[in-house]
Nanobody, 128 residues
Framework: QVQLVESGGGLVQAGGSQRLSCSAS????????MGWFRQAPGKEREFVAA????????YYADSVKGRFTISRDNAKNTVYLQMNSLKPEDTAVYSC?????????????????????WGQGTQVTVSS
C-alpha cells in the first residue's frame, strides 16, 4: 500500500510557474506508475500527466503539453509536476495517483479508474 501527500500548491499569477510535489510512503513506490489529475469547481476530474514506473515514458494532456513537465525521483519516493506559463484555466485541485498497471500505450493512464491510490490534493489558483 502507498500513501500519497501533495504539496506546493498556492496562488500564482498568470504566466508564472509552480512546482508540485507528491511524496509517497509505504512499500514499492518505484514499481508504480504515477499520474497527476486536476479538478476545477463544477467539472470532472481530468488527466494532466503521467510517468511510467521507471521514468522512461511521460504522457500529457493536450492542454498542458509544452508547459508542464512530470518527473520522478525514486530515491526520494517523490513525483513532481513543474508547471510553467500558467493560465487562469489551470486553476484546480491537483491530485497525484499511483497505479500498478504497466501499459503499452498512453490511453490507460488517462482514466481515473486505472489508479489504485490517491492523494488528498493541493489547490492551485492562477490569477489573471
Amino acid at each position: 500500500q502507498v500513501q500519497l501527500v501533495e504539496s506546493g500548491g498556492g496562488l500564482v499569477q498568470a504566466g508564472g510557474s509552480q512546482r508540485l510535489s507528491c511524496s509517497a510512503s509505504g512499500r514499492g513506490f518505484s514499481s508504480y506508475a504515477m499520474g497527476w489529475f486536476r479538478q476545477a469547481p463544477g467539472k470532472e476530474r481530468e488527466f494532466v500527466a503521467a510517468i511510467t514506473w521507471n521514468g522512461v515514458r511521460t504522457y500529457y494532456a493536450d492542454s498542458v503539453k509544452g508547459r508542464f513537465t512530470i518527473s520522478r525521483d525514486n530515491a526520494k519516493n517523490t513525483v513532481y509536476l513543474q508547471m510553467n506559463s500558467l493560465k487562469p484555466e489551470d486553476t484546480a485541485v491537483y491530485s497525484c495517483a499511483a497505479t500498478q498497471g504497466r501499459y503499452d500505450s498512453s490511453v490507460p493512464y488517462y482514466y481515473v479508474e486505472n489508479y489504485d491510490y490517491w492523494g488528498q490534493g493541493t489547490q492551485v489558483t492562477v490569477s489573471s
